[in-house]
């Protein structure tokens, strides 16, 4: 190799060895904005933080020293709140990249200045005044709130505690001594960790809780009648006062009656203060709804007087009865002999309250009372023709109406009745009537398999054939044929002994063809079938009714049928019963 050639490879050699790489390049600093545009701080602040590498995945944020937050990286970016609560002045903020949530693991950081101005919270109670003589409970508001502040309170008695804002906080004063006392409260950021100066709240203890306030009645009646026309109320200290009255207010709110009331003798004793329901200008109250306020005072060590007003009692002032609206009898005209008809009168009536007394007074044409009778319940409330001295009062008209004691002694008259007694008495004669069928029925059903035939294969006037089964085979409905028959009987005030019966038989000869027949109350309702013999007879219901029970204004109703291929001819229906008439 020439020298020339060796020095050119030497230099070769030599420019490869001596070759330097580039500098790393500076990563971007961070990029921070905040939501008001300058690095004043407020409050809370919304900021967003770009530019951060791709190794960072939380970025801390830290301002005098403290740490505020840690924003979790999303991509290049983070974004989130500052709250400053607490802090206030010029200083530095710094922002460093981090690897863990706490803020712990961080490198490269950006450092700004910044001036926090946060406004002076102020406090007001929601409770009204500030003199508490009981364990209660305190709501503060802020004036100056944005984001989820909360609320450190200090009370005399116990250790610092946290609330939410507009939570109650409770205060136990029974420890504590008569006189002022503070609340210190403090602003505080939502994880407790800066909070604002702190401010008082005043209240004071004062100890004026009566043992108790009642009235002995909800109602009464100031009418001057001796029952009921006083209202006493009842009190004691919890500890000696100085003074007291009671203040009754109307339905409206309106003051109708004030005055003081005597103290007990001792704080252990009771007051009592007797209300003759007249209003402080004169007159009794008039009827309606009050409520009564006692309100006691104590002069404190300092002179100042303090008031406590108590839970209101509510009560009536009631002077009138609520008597009955109306007076009934159970029938205009009765007859008192003891014969079962209409022997005594009732009155009906209903009460708007409950007596506590009701006394019934009946009177003839004249006026003159002739029976007063204590009226025990409303079923008690009846007139059997009797005077007072056991006699029976003469025919003729009366009136009649109820003299009511409520109970605070108010008396009430219900409006007047008349009754007319008559020197009557029921004479009960044996009656019967026959019908046909015909003649007699009002409506009926026949089957779609059945005929009813009139008159009946018999050849009877007025008959009826009731004949099951006669164009098709069926069971019991369209099997069916039944009538309805009505029976209009003597006219009378009243019935007894009724009893349904007829005369008939198998259509067909030497069958054993039944039919049934029932009488019907005067709810329309079947009283009780009876089975028909199963020859050419005259045949009863077995049983007797009462008027009262199947007699509807003066007529009878009954059924008879037939079904599953019976057939059967009735030649006519008989009623027997006995009349009821006035003799």
Same mark, same amino acid.
């Given at each position: 190799?020439?020298?020339?050639?060796?020095?050119?490879?030497?230099?070769?050699?030599?420019?490869?060895?001596?070759?330097?790489?580039?500098?790393?390049?500076?990563?971007?600093?961070?990029?921070?904005?905040?939501?008001?545009?300058?690095?004043? =701080?407020?409050?809370?602040?919304?900021?967003?933080?770009?530019?951060?590498?791709?190794?960072?995945?939380?970025?801390?944020?830290?301002?005098?020293?403290?740490?505020?937050?840690?924003?979790?990286?999303?991509?290049?970016?983070?974004?989130?709140?500052?709250?400053?609560?607490?802090?206030?002045?010029?200083?530095? =903020?710094?922002?460093?990249? *981090?690897?863990?949530?706490?803020? !712990?693991?961080?490198?490269?950081? %950006? +450092?700004?200045?910044?001036?926090?101005?946060?406004?002076?919270?102020?406090?007001?109670?929601?409770?009204?005044?500030?003199?508490?003589?009981?364990?209660?409970?305190?709501?503060?508001?802020?004036?100056?709130?944005?984001?989820?502040?909360?609320?450190?309170?200090?009370?005399?008695?116990?250790?610092?505690?946290?609330? &939410?804002?507009?939570?109650?906080?409770?205060?136990?004063?029974?420890?504590?001594?008569?006189?002022?006392?503070?609340?210190?409260?403090?602003?505080?950021?939502?994880?407790?960790?800066?909070?604002?100066?702190?401010?008082?709240?005043?209240?004071?203890?004062?100890?004026?809780?009566?043992?108790?306030?009642?009235?002995?009645?909800?109602?009464?009646?100031?009418?001057?009648?001796?029952?009921?026309?006083?209202?006493?109320? +009842?009190?004691?200290?919890?500890?000696?006062?100085?003074?007291?009255?009671?203040?009754?207010?109307?339905?409206?709110?309106?003051?109708?009656?004030?005055? #003081?009331?005597?103290?007990?003798?001792?704080?252990?004793?009771?007051?009592?203060?007797?209300?003759?329901?007249?209003?402080?200008?004169?007159?009794?109250?008039?009827?309606?709804?009050?409520?009564?306020?006692?309100?006691?005072?104590?002069?404190?060590?300092?002179? &100042?007087?303090?008031?406590?007003?108590?839970?209101?009692?509510?009560?009536?002032?009631?002077?009138?009865?609520?008597?009955?609206?109306?007076?009934?009898?159970?029938?205009?005209?009765?007859?008192?002999?003891?014969?079962?008809?209409?022997?005594?009168?009732?009155?009906?009536?209903?009460?708007?309250?409950?007596?506590?007394?009701?006394?019934?007074?009946?009177?003839?044409?004249?006026?003159?009372?002739?029976?007063?009778?204590?009226?025990?319940?409303?079923?008690?409330? !009846?007139?059997?023709?009797?005077?007072?001295?056991?006699?029976?009062?003469?025919?003729?008209?009366?009136?009649?109406?109820?003299?009511?004691?409520?109970?605070?002694?108010?008396?009430?008259?219900?409006?007047? !009745?008349?009754?007319?007694?008559?020197?009557?008495?029921?004479?009960?004669?044996?009656?019967?009537?026959?019908?046909?069928?015909?003649?007699?029925?009002?409506?009926?059903?026949?089957?779609?398999?059945?005929?009813?035939?009139?008159?009946?294969?018999?050849?009877?006037?007025?008959? +009826?054939?009731?004949?099951?089964? !006669? +164009? *098709?085979?069926?069971?019991?409905?369209?099997?069916?044929?039944?009538?309805?028959?009505?029976?209009? %009987?003597?006219?009378?005030?009243?019935?007894?002994?009724?009893? %349904?019966?007829?005369?008939?038989?198998?259509?067909?000869?030497?069958?054993?063809?039944?039919? #049934?027949?029932?009488?019907?109350?005067?709810?329309?309702?079947?009283?009780?079938?009876?089975?028909?013999?199963?020859? =050419?007879?005259?045949?009863?219901?077995?049983?007797?009714?009462?008027?009262?029970?199947?007699?509807?204004?003066?007529?009878?109703?009954?059924?008879?049928?037939?079904?599953?291929?019976?057939?059967?001819?009735?030649?006519?229906?008989?009623?027997?019963?006995?009349?009821?008439?006035?003799?």
């Amino acid at each position: 190799m020439s020298r020339s050639a060796l020095v050119g490879a030497l230099l070769a050699l030599l420019g490869t060895a001596l070759v330097v790489p580039p500098a790393a390049a500076e990563p971007p600093p961070l990029v921070v904005a905040f939501g008001g545009g300058d690095s004043t =701080l407020s409050e809370v602040e919304p900021f967003t933080v770009s530019n951060i590498s791709e190794s960072a995945s939380y970025i801390g944020v830290t301002y005098a020293g403290r740490q505020l937050t840690a924003l979790k990286v999303e991509g290049a970016a983070a974004a989130g709140q500052l709250e400053t609560w607490g802090l206030a002045g010029s200083n530095d =903020l710094v922002l460093a990249e *981090c690897t863990d949530a706490e803020a !712990t693991e961080c490198g490269e950081s %950006l +450092t700004l200045a910044t001036t926090v101005t946060n406004p002076d919270p102020t406090y007001d109670l929601s409770r009204p005044g500030t003199e508490f003589s009981l364990p209660f409970d305190y709501t503060v508001h802020l004036a100056h709130t944005s984001g989820s502040p909360s609320i450190r309170a200090t009370s005399p008695d116990a250790a610092p505690q946290f609330v &939410d804002l507009e939570v109650p906080l409770p205060v136990d004063t029974a420890a504590l001594s008569e006189g002022p006392h503070q609340i210190a409260l403090e602003v505080c950021s939502e994880d407790h960790l800066r909070c604002s100066p702190a401010q008082p709240v005043t209240f004071t203890v004062v100890r004026t809780v009566p043992g108790k306030f009642s009235v002995a009645a909800a109602a009464f009646s100031p009418n001057g009648d001796g029952l009921f026309d006083r209202l006493r109320f +009842t009190y004691s200290q919890g500890v000696p006062w100085d003074s007291a009255e009671i203040v009754i207010r109307n339905a409206a709110a309106a003051e109708v009656f004030h005055s #003081s009331v005597p103290l007990p003798q001792a704080p252990s004793n009771d007051g009592f203060f007797s209300f003759n329901g007249k209003a402080t200008g004169g007159g009794v109250l008039p009827d309606g709804s009050y409520t009564a306020v006692l309100t006691a005072t104590r002069v404190l060590a300092s002179g &100042d007087p303090v008031a406590w007003a108590y839970a209101a009692k509510t009560f009536k002032v009631d002077t009138k009865a609520q008597a009955p609206a109306t007076l009934t009898p159970s029938f205009p005209t009765f007859y008192p002999y003891v014969d079962g008809y209409r022997d005594a009168v009732r009155f009906a009536y209903a009460g708007a309250e409950s007596y506590a007394r009701i006394d019934l007074k009946v009177r003839n044409a004249a006026g003159t009372l002739v029976r007063s009778k204590r009226v025990l319940s409303s079923a008690d409330a !009846t007139w059997n023709g009797k005077r007072t001295n056991g006699t029976r009062a003469p025919e003729g008209r009366y009136s009649a109406r109820l003299r009511v004691v409520d109970r605070l002694g108010n008396v009430g008259l219900s409006p007047t !009745t008349s009754v007319t007694l008559r020197d009557a008495r029921i004479v009960w004669f044996p009656r019967s009537l026959t019908v046909t069928p015909e003649s007699s029925r009002v409506d009926g059903q026949t089957g779609a398999c059945s005929t009813r035939r009139a008159p009946s294969l018999h050849g009877w006037t007025g008959s +009826t054939g009731y004949l099951s089964n !006669t +164009t *098709c085979q069926s069971g019991f409905e369209a099997s069916t044929v039944w009538t309805l028959h009505r029976v209009q %009987l003597q006219k009378a005030p009243t019935y007894r002994r009724v009893r %349904l019966g007829w005369y008939g038989g198998p259509t067909r000869a030497a069958t054993h063809d039944r039919a #049934s027949a029932s009488i019907y109350d005067v709810r329309g309702i079947s009283v009780g079938w009876v089975s028909t013999l199963d020859y =050419l007879a005259s045949q009863y219901i077995t049983q007797s009714f009462r008027g009262s029970r199947v007699v509807d204004k003066g007529h009878v109703e009954f059924g008879f049928q037939t079904d599953s291929g019976n057939r059967y001819d009735v030649k006519s229906f008989t009623v027997a019963y006995e009349v009821g008439l006035l003799r």
